[in-house]
């Protein structure tokens, strides 16, 4: 990634200087990651690496690895957290920077927490530590699920 493709000022840029240890998997258009202020345990977020605004900003190969790297990164939280239910949330609003906030919502969740409501756990479950002690057995099984068709487009 070259500096010009990253803003200054871009929250979702800035975390091209992430800590491995909170990085599920990196390859050349989309990253997986824990991230501070959303470290809510079995929360992740898929973004795209350039500084691109909302699902209209992608470029073509963007868009045609998008689908299977949400896919991949759902199935890996899914299989390691046990959730019921795993949402893919993009919003776009505070952060135009194109990303998508991966959250399984776990059993224990009650239902005024559940759907849309779950972002109230950004504040009420924030656990740094333990979002941290998930992201090894993610990484592992994203890399398990996600196979060959990790780089379908880098070919
Ligand atoms: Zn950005």
Known sequence: MSASSHHA???MCGLEQSEDTAVVFRDPLWSGEVVPGYDVP?????RVRRHAERITGLDEAELASFARRARDLVAAVTEVTG???????VFGENHPHFH??????GEHVPA???????LRLRAEHAD???AARLVPAVRR????LAGDGRH???A
Not at 42 to 46: A, D, N, Q
Not at 141 to 144: C, G, H, I, P, S
């Open 9 to 11: 000022d871009c929250f």
């Open 112 to 118: 005024d927490r559940r759907n849309g409501n779950i």
């Open 152 to 154: 379908p487009l880098s």
């Open 83 to 89: 959730a019921p239910a795993t949402y893919l949330l």
């Open 141 to 144: 099984a994203y890399e398990r």
């Open 128 to 130: 740094p530590e333990s």
């Open 42 to 46: 079995g929360w992740f977020v898929l």
């Open 100 to 105: 998508a906030l991966i959250t399984a919502r």
